[in-house]
């Protein structure tokens, strides 16, 4: 890989690596399948679900690539231009022309939810069959522009619980597509991503701010100097990386020379994944 890392997955004992520019690695053969960035990644039950987009030729992909075969290279930049509606990504169980731009993306076993804007949240399972889907949210007062934009999606047991920039979220039934709760964060916010530890959650603000969110009830506030890039819960506190900060939820924060991209667990080491391409000890200068 010679590209900057994106974000790693572990199945089945393979490790996956989505560069910047949209190549996968896997077992050390790089691949891509499309010419564009990969915009959100997660893993299902029959492998790798993506989307692809392109803002510059204003199209979108959305697909499903299987991991049990060599994965392969598709067509150039120079092509996509040429067959900008009938290219597919290469590889593909399916692949579909997405004419909106996909805000958020998860997947657990064989359900995928995702959200386009000014389309709607879907739920499909990995054989691309449709479970259900469902309206974007809607201001009937005042609002920010684009604060009902869908900013998250965070997937629990049996519920999916979806976040917009201005700070409502919805639990989903993630079997049938139910709202079971509808409510608004009680804090001025504008979330650009959500981690979460079954029903606890960490929130990351555009500003800075971030808060831990449990029992429907804000636990924790602290400013950060940049949003998060990542983030996991240890059993304790969260682990944090924020533009070039180690730090932990409640504790103290260690600079880093390099960006961090990633939290990945090595031999029971929490360990911070840079835009290098190497691993170092998460606040390796504290503990």
Known sequence: MSN???KIFHQDGSEII????????????????FPTDITHAAMCDAGLVATWVDHELRLARMALLPLTEKLEDGITKAELRLNRNTAMVVGATWCHIIDAEPLALCAKDDKIIFALWMR?????DSQDNEVWRLPLFESKEKAPPRSDEIAAISILEEDVVVWTRGGKYRKISLSSGEIMVEKTLEIECDLEDVFNHGEK?????????TWEFENEQITVARKLRGTIQDAVFDGDD???ISWRDDLMLRGDSVRRYDLGVQLIKKDNVWMVLDNQGNFSRHMSKSE
């Open 4 to 6: 900057a890392p994106w």
């Open 120 to 124: 709607g949240l879907y739920c499909v």
């Open 18 to 33: 989505i560069d910047v520019d949209g190549g996968i690695t896997i077992g050390g053969h790089t691949a891509s399948p």
């Open 238 to 240: 969260w682990r944090i």
């Open 201 to 209: 959650f960490l929130l990351s603000s555009k500003d800075g701010w």
